[in-house]
Structures are given as structure tokens and as C-alpha cells.
């Protein structure tokens, strides 16, 4: 059925939708925001990626033919599945489209060439809102990236929100396909920070394909059987970006199948549980040592995200820690701060769907490099 009237704005009901690098699924939740008061998720939910449509997307990840035509049915096929995703929503929050306001939806990243002036998250949101009967606001990064930003991270807007503390300074590190963090300072005054870091389940994911024929290594098991190769780790270590200084951000551009081999190149015959051991510690290394440089203090680092479920990774950040030296800091989830780590992508682009609304900025220029504040987002309505 049509839409039969525009959802009350006092309501404050929102969807946040997030697929990210791992191109495993789509995290979806239905939030409620109130003002003055943490965000209260009705309803959350989990739709997958088929095997078709999951192998389209990494191959958009590289120039090929026919990309347009390529392009546009995985889009659709996309909105698809994040229609699925609302309806589940819909029916587990029992909610009628119309108590709805709007729907925020990442899109795929597809690419994110931020040194050729152009970020690509595919999605159909003129389809999804067909779909839902709900108002779509996708396409958040475009205008940051015209206002020269980088796109990314968009998140550390929302942690700002609600995961910011007098008490401590907080690190929020996000471990998906990329790891990011955001900065959180204590001092009121003092800005928050925030950029990618370089791959976390992006190369893990990869090898535990190539060698387990599954999707990912669950619970971490494929690494926590191997050791580190710290001449590997070394060799890792040796890539241009992690030494760039913020903001910076990257995707699977960089880090994909290509990067790994030819960093294995001479480092033939290792075990390959020893090589995600190794994986799992480039990972670790790589947040703990843009803390050690930007975030000396940090109470803790609260991860959020998909590696957030893989135990061996949170103790190759335990060792990294130890190995570095950052005094105080530990490594949690964001659960002890109340939200669940797969809930906090989602709900940031519920937020971010919001602040579009509104009308109201949905970057921080220290945390993009754009020029300033922007309202981000573009609206689709039912």
C-alpha cells in the first residue's frame, strides 16, 4: 500500500542501513530519537548477501566491461536486500512505514579514489523508497568529498554523541572490512579526531577464503592456530599510508588481493594459519600505533563492528598494547558503553538520516578535511 501520510516528526523513528567493505550483508536498525536522551533501538536485524550478488560487488571493485550496465543491477539488486532488511524491521519493531521518517542508507563502496576528486557507493534509494513506502536518504559522502573532504569516516560525528566522556579520553575503533578510529578527548575544548587506519577484515577475510572456503575466519580460530612472522609483519608494515597524517582514508583501492600477494612475494611455503595470525597483527598494529601518535591518554579503545566478534583479534590488540608501551589504555567493546557493537554503524547513518532532515551538518571538518560543516545526504521521498 501508498504511503498514506507523512510520519509525525515528534515520532523520531528512524532506519539506519550499513554494508560495509566485508560485503557479508546488510546491518540494519530501528532507532528512536529523543531529544535529551540516548537513542533507543526498537528493532535490529541481519539480511545476507547471496553468493551472486556478493561476487558482483567485488567485481566492481575493479575496472572491467560493462561496468555501467553491472553497476546499475547490483544496485537494484542491492536495494533489494535492503528492502528486506526494513520490512524486517517494520515487522519486528511492529511499525507501520508511516511512523517511519526517514530511512538512512550507506550504499556499497564500490570505489573511494579520493585522489581523483570522486568517492562510489552504489545503491537504487529511488527504488528502495518504492519498496518501503519510506523517505531514503543515501549518497552522505558526496558532498564532503565536494567541499574537500575526504567522505570518511562519517561516523565519528555520532560517536561524538553519545560515546563522549569528561572522564576519559576514548578511542572508538571500528574494525570492519577498514579499521577507523575516532578521538574522543575528554577536554571539551579540544576537537574530535578521526581516519582510517588501514585494512582489518578486508585481508583476513581474503585469506580465510582462499584457504578455508569460507566467507571469514569465525571466532578467529584460523589465526589463533598460527603464529606471528614478524619479518612478514614487517614487510606488511612497509606501505606509504600508514605513515600519511590525517585526515586519511582508504578502502579496498589499496588494500585488496593484489596488495597482499605482492607483499608476500618471497615469503613462500609459510603456514597459511601463520600468515592470518600475521594478518590479525597488522590489524592490531596499525590502530595502536595511531593512538600511540594521536590519542596519547586514551583511557581505552571500545571496538565496535564485525572484528569486534573475533576474539584473536582483540588479543593481537592486547599484544600490540603491551608491545608499544601505551600506559592505561585497554581494549573493550562498545557494549560496556552501552550499544552493541553491530548496532553502531547502523545507527550512525539512522543519525546521519536525521541531521539531513534537520538540515543540521553531518561532517567534522577536522575529522574529513572538507572545508566546513555540511548537511550530508540526499533525499528520496516515498
Not at 10 to 30: K, P, Q
Not at 82 to 110: F, K
Not at 163 to 187: K, M, Q
Not at 206 to 216: D, K, V
Request: hydrophobic share 40%; glycine share 10%; charged share 20%.
Amino acid at each position: 500500500m501508498p504511503r498514506t501520510a507523512p510520519s509525525a516528526p515528534g515520532d523520531g523513528i528512524y532506519f539506519g542501513l550499513m554494508s560495509g567493505t566485508s560485503l557479508d550483508g546488510v546491518d540494519g536498525v530501528a532507532v528512536k530519537f529523543a531529544e535529551g536522551r540516548p537513542p533507543t533501538v526498537l528493532a535490529d536485524a541481519f539480511v545476507g548477501f547471496a553468493d551472486g550478488l556478493r561476487g558482483a560487488l567485488f567485481a566492481l571493485q575493479q575496472p572491467g566491461d560493462n561496468e555501467i550496465e553491472r553497476e546499475a543491477l547490483a544496485a537494484s539488486a542491492l536495494a533489494t536486500r535492503y528492502a528486506v532488511c526494513c520490512h524486517e524491521l517494520l515487522r519486528s519493531a511492529n511499525l507501520a512505514p508511516s511512523r517511519v521518517r526517514a530511512i538512512g542508507v550507506h550504499g556499497q563502496t564500490v570505489r573511494h579514489m579520493i585522489e581523483k576528486g570522486y568517492t562510489r557507493q552504489i545503491n537504487n534509494p529511488a527504488l528502495l523508497a518504492e519498496m518501503t513506502h519510506i523517505d531514503v536518504v543515501a549518497d552522505f559522502r558526496s558532498r564532503d568529498v565536494a567541499a574537500g573532504g575526504q567522505g570518511a569516516p562519517l561516523v565519528p560525528a555520532f560517536h561524538e554523541q553519545i560515546f563522549r566522556s569528561a572522564d576519559e579520553t576514548r578511542v572508538i575503533c571500528n574494525l570492519g572490512g577498514i579499521s577507523n578510529i575516532t578521538i574522543l578527548p575528554a577536554d571539551a575544548d579540544t576537537a574530535v579526531r578521526g581516519f582510517d587506519c588501514g585494512p582489518a577484515n578486508v585481508l583476513l577475510d581474503e585469506w580465510a577464503s582462499r584457504h578455508l572456503g569460507t566467507p571469514y575466519d569465525e571466532g578467529g580460530r584460523f589465526a589463533a592456530s598460527g603464529t606471528v612472522v614478524e619479518p612478514l609483519l614487517t614487510r606488511l608494515l612497509d606501505e606509504p599510508f600508514f605513515a600519511l597524517p590525517p585526515p586519511k582514508s582508504t578502502g579496498r583501492d589499496l588494500f585488496n588481493a593484489s596488495w597482499l600477494d605482492a607483499k608476500l612475494a618471497g615469503f613462500s611455503g609459510l603456514d597459511p594459519a601463520d600468515v592470518q595470525a600475521t594478518l590479525a597483527a597488522l590489524t592490531a598494529t596499525t590502530v595502536v600505533r595511531e593512538v600511540e601518535r594521536h590519542a596519547g591518554g586514551c583511557g581505552a579503545i571500545y571496538v565496535c563492528g564485525g572484528g569486534a566478534r573475533n576474539p584473536e583479534l582483540l588479543r593481537a590488540f592486547e599484544t600490540a598494547l603491551t608491545k608499544s608501551g601505551t600506559s592505561g589504555a585497554s581494549v573493550r567493546t562498545t557494549d560496556e558503553l552501552g550499544v552493541p557493537p553491530h548496532h553502531v554503524e547502523a545507527l550512525a547513518f539512522a543519525w546521519l538520516a536525521k541531521r539531513c532532515i534537520e538540515r543540521a551538518p553531518g561532517n567534522l571538518p577536522a575529522v574529513t578535511g572538507a572545508a566546513g560543516e555540511r548537511v550530508l545526504g540526499a533525499l528520496y521521498p516515498a
